[in-house]
């Protein structure tokens, strides 16, 4: 598998998804992960949240913190480091904007609120695990039991973007 490929793999479950914990550092240097909504997962690779810019994800977010994205779906686990920064962009809120984010942010609400900002993830790298599924993870554990050897119930990999 290719370096582009792993990294197609990693996006792919990060859009599909759609919730992901950003993992983030506080000024006390506390480490603390909140659940987002994926909005996108853009071309050039970037993650996009969105939040209110009084919030804790946004202000801990505000210039090229290092942060981490984190998943895990149906036999799927990923860890991703990168930067993350605050934008402000109407435009892109619109695009990504819909009942359900309508719902989040209050009866009213609306893309060109100032207090709703977004939060672009930049990946730099992600170590993923993929597995084939609770049958196939039994049999490779029974199988590694039986012959002495390292069970492998699935990929892990590590990517640099």
Same mark, same amino acid.
């Given at each position: ?25 506080? !000024? ?12 996108? +997962?853009?071309? #050039?690779? $970037? ?7 009084? *919030? #804790?994800?946004?202000?801990?977010? @505000?210039?090229?913190?290092? +942060? ?20 402000? #962009? ?15 942010? *209050?009866?009213?609400? $609306?893309?060109?609120? !100032? ?16 597995? !084939? ?10 199988? *590694?039991? +039986?012959? *002495? @050897?390292?069970?492998? !119930? ?8």
């Amino acid at each position: 598998m290719t370096t582009e490929d792993q990294i197609t793999t990693v996006l792919e479950q990060v859009d599909k998804a759609g919730i992901a914990m950003l993992v983030t550092t506080e !000024p006390d240097g506390r480490i603390v992960s909140r659940p987002m909504g994926v909005q996108d +997962v853009a071309d #050039d690779h $970037s993650i996009w949240f969105m939040t209110r810019s009084t *919030g #804790d994800a946004s202000q801990d977010s @505000k210039g090229g913190q290092q +942060v981490n994205v984190t998943l895990g779906e149906k036999g799927f686990w990923a860890s991703i480091s990168g930067t993350a920064e605050v934008v402000r #962009d109407d435009a892109r809120k619109r695009e990504y904007w819909n009942s359900a984010t309508e719902a989040f942010f *209050g009866e009213g609400a $609306s893309p060109e609120d !100032p207090e709703i900002v977004l939060v672009r993830v930049q990946p730099q790298s992600a170590e993923y695990w993929d597995s !084939p599924g609770a049958v196939a993870t039994v049999v490779e554990i029974v199988k *590694g039991k +039986v012959t *002495g @050897k390292p069970a492998n !119930p699935g990929d892990n990999e590590t990517v640099q973007f």
